[in-house]
């Protein structure tokens, strides 16, 4: 399937621009088009079977070290299915789009970003590992038929309580009958507040792993 040409406006999707209550503060990785100057460096990702070198740059979200959130959900939550659409939920640079390629050469993995530079980035690095599944666009570019076999997931959930309410019910109602979506959220920034809040949504959550201050979290389909 191709990925349509045209681009619609500026998406006006769910992963928002800017963080709520953020005025008079811009959180780059948030925006469309980081105004911060474009600085990259290579880092090295390594975790399990995957090793691979990407370029990150500021204005992007983890661009000093791989996240130390990504290495957990990699390391932590359960192998991607072999086949199928895969979807990578705020890819940032591609670390955890390029993991699930990797493992999964036969799916499709889509990394969705709203900031122009990450999908930048994603293409790059995906081109690198030469990891031709991967396909970084824009949320409004997903094909609107299209249901994941598994979501994954490092969230900003600095964007506000809100704003990632929404994202999630614009994503998590996509995944296939029977599909798993896998997050990773800092325990002292929500994460249990956000299991709770997904119940209460009709979604069944598991608690798959506690480390180093992170949860992730398995969450099926809503009942």
């Given at each position: 399937?191709?990925?349509?040409?045209?681009?619609?406006?500026?998406?006006?999707?769910?992963?928002?621009?800017?963080?709520?209550?953020?005025?008079?503060?811009?959180?780059?990785?948030f925006?469309?088009?980081?105004?911060?100057?474009?600085?990259?460096?290579?880092?090295?990702?390594?975790?399990?079977?995957?090793?691979a070198?990407?370029?990150?740059?500021r204005?992007?979200?983890?661009?000093?070290?791989?996240?130390?959130?990504?290495?957990?959900?990699?390391?932590?939550?359960?192998?991607p299915?072999?086949?199928?659409?895969?979807?990578?939920?705020?890819?940032?640079?591609?670390?955890?789009?390029?993991?699930?390629?990797?493992?999964?050469?036969?799916?499709?993995?889509?990394?969705?970003?709203?900031?122009e530079?990450?999908?930048?980035l994603?293409?790059?690095?995906?081109?690198?590992?030469?990891?031709?599944?991967?396909?970084?666009c824009?949320?409004?570019?997903?094909?609107?038929?299209l249901?994941?076999?598994?979501?994954?997931?490092?969230?900003?959930?600095?964007?506000?309580?809100?704003?990632?309410?929404?994202?999630?019910?614009?994503?998590?109602?996509?995944?296939?009958?029977?599909?798993?979506?896998?997050?990773?959220?800092?325990?002292?920034?929500?994460?249990?507040?956000?299991?709770?809040w997904?119940?209460?949504?009709?979604?069944?959550v598991?608690r798959?792993?506690?480390?180093?201050?992170?949860?992730?979290?398995?969450?099926?389909?809503?009942?």
């Open positions: 399937m191709s990925i349509p040409k045209n681009r619609p406006p500026q998406a006006t999707s769910t992963l928002r621009s800017r963080p709520a209550g953020g005025a008079g503060k811009r959180a780059h990785y925006d469309p088009v980081p105004e911060v100057e474009s600085k990259r460096r290579t880092l090295r990702l390594r975790t399990g079977d995957v090793a070198e990407l370029q990150a740059d204005g992007v979200f983890g661009s000093r070290a791989i996240d130390l959130g990504t290495l957990t959900l990699l390391k932590e939550a359960p192998l299915p072999a086949e199928g659409e895969l979807l990578d939920l705020g890819s940032g640079y591609g670390p955890i789009a390029i993991a699930l390629a990797r493992r999964s050469p036969a799916a499709r993995v889509w990394a969705v970003d709203v900031n530079r990450a999908l930048e994603t293409r790059a690095n995906a081109a690198t590992a030469r990891t031709p599944n991967v396909v970084a824009l949320p409004d570019e997903v094909p609107a038929h249901r994941f076999a598994a979501i994954y997931s490092n969230p900003p959930v600095r964007v506000g309580k809100a704003a990632l309410h929404d994202l999630l019910q614009r994503w998590l109602p996509r995944l296939a009958p029977g599909a798993q979506a896998y997050l990773v959220v800092q325990r002292n920034l929500g994460a249990d507040s956000l299991a709770t997904l119940e209460a949504q009709g979604y069944r598991q798959l792993k506690s480390k180093k201050g992170y949860r992730v979290l398995s969450v099926g389909g809503a009942e």
